[in-house]
């Protein structure tokens, strides 16, 4: 049963390469240069979804490293990070230490070679993308510009800037909304971090925004989670206060 399962992945991975070889080749008679025709080939095979798992897993991996070499992503000098991993921290090690024990546990017991590698490399590679999300939390923290303009991140799975013209004000409010990234019948968008937000945005005009798997959204008011709430409010005041440089002086 499990050849036959092996047999048939392999098949389908077989018949997937050569469809892409071909819409290369075709891509590639009509002028397009070499990383062109690939994109055509991928987006024409691959769909859009699974496409945006693939890329999230990648920069996922890219914030693994990052986190290694403790530096963080897109975050100016002259801007303020806002962290907010805290509530989830232990969670996310926790997690990792179950699949670590999960794996090896079926390490001891499966006795069969080949399921043995599968499962191993499945387990190993399931603990190393925990440790790629939390990552990818730590090296994209929120950020406020030096303008006031706001960038709310989750990981690699949303990212939404606000510009500094489109916020009307920022306040600490500790909420505890239901799942991790919703929208109501108003436009309030709660994206929830250990079960909670602390700031809460409103905004001028409506921002739109993109959910993980692509599908589009407008947002009247933004609430987050950042470790520091009292900070982000300050920063996003100061922000709206303070002229824009490119503003000529009174007078």
Request: proline share 6%; aromatic share 6%; charged share 20%.
């Amino acid at each position: 049963m499990l050849f036959g399962v092996e047999v048939l992945v392999v098949a389908v991975l077989g018949l997937e390469c050569v469809t892409l070889w071909r819409l290369w080749l075709a891509g590639r008679r009509a002028g397009a240069g070499r990383r062109e025709a690939m994109g055509a080939a991928l987006r024409t095979v691959v769909p859009e979804k699974a496409r945006r798992l693939l890329a999230q897993e990648a920069r996922g991996l890219h914030g693994l490293g990052l986190w290694v070499l403790r530096r963080r992503h897109a975050v100016p000098e002259d801007a303020l990070a806002l962290p907010y991993t805290g509530p989830q921290t232990a969670t996310m090690y926790g997690l990792a230490f179950v699949c670590l024990v999960e794996t090896v546990m079926l390490a001891l017991l499966v006795p069969w070679p080949v399921a043995h590698a599968v499962l191993l490399v499945l387990d190993v590679y399931g603990v190393v993308l925990v440790l790629a999300r939390h990552a990818a939390c730590v090296t994209r923290p929120h950020v406020v510009g030096a303008d006031g303009a706001l960038r709310i991140r989750y990981g690699v799975l949303f990212d939404l800037r606000v510009p500094a013209a489109a916020i009307a004000g920022a306040r600490v409010e500790r909420r505890y909304p239901d799942g991790w990234l919703r929208v109501d019948a108003d436009g309030v968008l709660d994206l929830v971090v250990g079960g909670q937000t602390t700031v809460t945005v409103e905004l001028v005009s409506p921002v739109a925004f993109v959910r993980p798997l692509g599908r589009r959204g407008w947002a009247r008011t933004v609430r987050f989670h950042a470790d520091d709430p009292g900070a982000a409010v300050a920063a996003l005041t100061r922000g709206r206060k303070e002229p824009s440089p490119s503003q000529d002086p009174p007078g």
